[in-house]
């Protein structure tokens, strides 16, 4: 019985999920600097972190009708470090979701290409030869130079 009450409580977390996705894209936060704007609205006292009130101020503010019990869970999805507050990291992970297969085969492909060395890390050694530090936009303005940008 435990079972069935939690499958019910994920598939409703999913449903809200799926809808908070769909108010967002809708209001044109599309890719990661749409949804760090709306993460920044949402964050009011600019921690970069939303609390539960903030969150629930965010969530109601785009229009989704949740009751209080479906944000506690809303928030709880998305806090995966239960820390009490969702980091950006936490929030761009919960409404991007999983990749898709071929997107996880190409991060994958990517990533063997900057692990010069193997050891399953990128690391700095890794991004010389790789990475043109030249045209890094602190680089072209003089703010750092190509070895502090690497």
Do not use: C, W
Request: charged share 30%.
């Amino acid at each position: 019985n435990l079972i069935n009450v939690m499958t019910e409580t994920d598939a409703g977390i999913l449903r809200n999920l799926t809808q908070l996705r769909e108010q967002i894209i809708s209001r044109g936060a599309r890719g990661i600097v749409g949804l760090q704007r709306k993460f920044r609205i949402m964050d009011d006292d600019g921690s970069k972190s939303l609390n539960l009130v903030e969150f629930k101020k965010g969530i109601r503010e785009s229009g989704l009708k949740l009751t209080d019990m479906q944000l506690h869970q809303l928030f709880g999805y998305f806090d995966k470090d239960k820390s009490g507050t969702i980091d950006f990291e936490e929030f761009l992970q919960g409404i991007r979701g999983e990749m898709s297969p071929s997107r996880k085969k190409l991060v994958a492909m990517a990533f063997k290409i900057l692990d010069k060395n193997g050891s399953g890390e990128v690391d700095p050694e890794d991004l010389v030869g790789v990475y043109d530090a030249s045209r890094h936009p602190d680089v072209l303005t003089g703010k750092r130079t190509e070895d502090e940008v690497l």
